[in-house]
C-alpha cells in the first residue's frame, strides 16, 4: 500500500477509538437499565397519562448501549484485520445502531417536556385519580402517598390544589377533609400529630410545600441519563464512524 | 344566668357588601332568633334569610386565656347536616361575614354581639378538566438534542451513501481479487529478461536477501500474454 504507515496511524486511532466507544456503549446500557428500574418509583404517573416513553427510551438504551459495545469490539477486530468487507458490515450496522439510539433520545427528551414541562398535567391527573377506582386509581393513590410522606408535601403546586378544584377526592371523602391526611405531619409511630389542625390549614402540623418540584426534577434527572448521555456518546460514535469510512476508503 | 355563645354566618351576594346583614338586623331584636333561620333553609332559594346561627355552647366552656385547641372555629365543620343550629357548609364560592353574639337562654333574644367580620370569600370549585395539558411548550434542550441528532444522522447517511457509491462506481481498477489461498500472481518466466526470478506469490514472506523487488503489485486487470503486467 502506498500510504502504509497512515494506514496503520488510521487503524490505531480505530482502534482506541472502538475501545472507548466500548466502554461508552456500555455506561449506557447500564445507565439505561438505573432509569428502567426507577428507584423512586414514579412510573405510575407517566404510566396512567401514556406518556411514558422516557421509560422506552430506556429501554431502547440498554439494547443500543450493549450493542454499541458489541459493534465496537468487532470494530476494533475489522480494522487489525484490515478487512474491506468487515469494516463495511461494521459500518452500516453501527448506523442501524446510531439510529436507533437517536430515537431513543428524541423521544425521551420530548416526552418529559409532555409530562413535566408544567404542573398542568400531573395535577389534572392527581385531581381525577388520587383516591378513585380501578386500577389507575389505585396506582396513582399509592404513589402519591409515598411521595407526599417520603418528600414532605401536599398536592402539585401546594394544598390549596386540593380546595381550589373539585376533585374525585372531595367526592368520595366530602368537605370534611379538605385534603387527604397524607398531608398532615405525622409522628414517628405514624400517627398524625394533630388532625384538627391539620384540617383547619395550620402550616406547622402539615406540609405546605407542593411535590410537583420533586416529581420534575426525578424525570428530568431520568431524562438526561439517557437523551444528554446518549447524545454525547452519538457525537463521539459520529466522529469514530467518519473515522472508520474514511479507513474503509484507504483500505 | 347562663348566656348562650352563637355565631351568626351572613352571606352576600355579588356585591361584596353584606346585604343580607340587614336581614339579620332586622330580626336581631326579636324572640327565638335561633329558629328564625335555620341553616337548611338558610340558602335554599332566593326568598330565604341568607344568614344562620351556629351554636357554639355555653359561655362557661370558653373561659380566658384560651385554652389550646379552642382558639379557632370551623365553619363547616358539620357538612350538610339538616338540624337548625348545626354548623354546616357554606355555599360553594360565596363570600361571607360573621359575628359572636351572646344570647340570653331564657328567651333567645341577642344580648351582646360583636362587629362583623370582613368578607371572606371561598374558593369557587373549579372542574379539573378545565385545567390545560396540552401543550407544555418545549424546552430548549428538547431542541438541541433533536435538531443535533436528526442533522447529524442525515448527514451520516449522505456521507455513507456517497462513500458506498464512490466504492462501487468509481474505483472498479483498484479491486483487489481476494482468492484466499491461490497465487496471487503468476509471471511466466521470460527468456529475454535474464533477470532472477522473483515470484511475486511470495511477496508476503519475509524477504531473502535476494529478494529485491519491493513493489507489491497492487492491480490485476486482464491476465493477458499480449499485454505484460502494467506495473513492475
Not at chain 2, 95 to 124: C, D, G, H, Q
Amino acid at each position: 500500500m502506498a500510504d502504509g504507515k497512515g494506514t496503520t496511524c488510521l487503524m490505531v486511532i480505530l482502534i482506541l477509538g472502538n475501545i472507548f466507544g466500548a466502554a461508552a456503549g456500555l455506561a449506557l446500557c447500564a445507565l439505561a437499565i438505573w432509569v428502567a428500574v426507577d428507584e423512586y418509583k414514579l412510573y405510575p404517573i407517566s404510566g396512567v397519562s401514556g406518556k411514558d416513553d422516557i421509560f422506552a427510551g430506556a429501554w431502547i438504551a440498554i439494547f443500543t448501549g450493549f450493542a454499541f459495545f458489541c459493534m465496537c469490539v468487532f470494530g476494533i477486530l475489522a480494522a487489525a484485520m484490515k478487512s474491506r468487507a468487515l469494516m463495511l458490515t461494521y459500518l452500516i450496522l453501527m448506523l442501524i445502531i446510531y439510529i436507533f439510539e437517536c430515537a431513543s433520545c428524541i423521544t425521551a427528551v420530548t416526552h418529559r417536556d409532555y409530562l413535566v414541562g408544567n404542573s398542568n398535567l400531573v395535577k389534572k391527573q392527581m385531581l381525577k385519580y388520587y383516591a378513585a377506582d380501578g386500577d389507575s386509581g389505585s396506582r396513582i393513590t399509592l404513589t402519591w402517598n409515598k411521595v407526599m410522606k417520603e418528600v414532605e408535601c401536599c398536592g402539585t403546586d401546594g394544598p390549596v390544589d386540593w380546595i381550589e378544584y373539585n376533585s374525585t377526592f372531595r367526592e368520595m371523602y366530602g368537605t370534611d377533609y379538605p385534603w387527604p391526611t397524607h398531608c398532615c405531619k405525622r409522628k414517628n409511630n405514624y400517627e398524625v400529630v394533630n388532625v384538627e389542625a391539620c384540617k383547619n390549614g395550620q402550616n406547622t402540623t402539615m406540609f405546605t410545600k407542593g411535590c410537583f418540584n420533586h416529581i420534575e426534577s426525578v424525570f428530568s434527572r431520568y431524562t438526561w441519563a439517557i437523551s444528554w448521555y446518549g447524545f454525547a456518546v452519538l457525537m463521539f460514535m459520529f466522529w469514530l464512524l467518519i473515522l472508520a469510512m474514511v479507513y474503509y476508503l484507504i483500505l | 344566668m347562663a348566656l348562650l355563645f352563637y355565631v351568626v354566618l351572613c352571606l352576600s351576594v355579588w356585591t361584596g357588601l353584606c346585604q343580607r346583614v340587614s336581614n339579620f338586623d332586622a330580626d336581631k331584636n326579636k324572640t327565638y332568633i335561633d329558629t328564625l333561620s335555620p341553616y337548611p333553609t338558610a340558602f335554599s332559594s332566593n326568598t330565604s334569610k341568607k344568614y344562620f346561627l351556629t351554636k357554639l355552647g355555653l359561655q362557661k366552656d370558653y373561659p380566658c386565656p384560651v385554652v389550646a385547641g379552642t382558639d379557632y372555629f370551623r365553619v363547616g365543620s358539620d357538612g350538610s347536616c339538616s338540624t337548625p343550629n348545626c354548623n354546616g357548609i357554606l355555599p360553594v364560592g360565596s363570600t361571607a361575614r360573621f359575628r359572636y353574639v351572646l344570647i340570653n337562654p331564657a328567651n333567645k333574644t341577642v344580648v351582646a354581639e360583636s362587629l362583623w367580620s370582613n368578607n371572606i370569600t371561598l374558593y369557587p370549585l373549579k372542574d379539573p378538566e378545565s385545567i390545560d395539558n396540552g401543550f407544555a411548550g418545549r424546552s430548549a434542550s428538547m431542541i438541541v438534542i433533536t435538531s443535533i441528532l436528526c442533522s447529524f444522522l442525515a448527514l451520516l447517511l449522505l456521507l455513507l451513501l456517497i462513500m458506498l457509491i464512490y466504492v462501487l462506481c468509481c474505483r472498479e481498477e483498484k479491486q483487489e481479487i481476494q482468492v484466499p489461498g491461490s497465487v496471487r500472481m503468476y509471471d511466466t518466466h521470460n527468456l529475454k529478461d535474464p533477470s532472477p526470478y522473483v515470484n511475486r506469490a511470495y511477496e508476503d514472506e519475509p524477504q531473502r536477501p535476494t529478494a529485491t523487488s519491493p513493489i507489491r503489485l497492487k492491480s490485476y486487470t486482464d491476465y493477458d500474454l499480449k499485454k505484460p503486467a502494467t506495473e513492475l
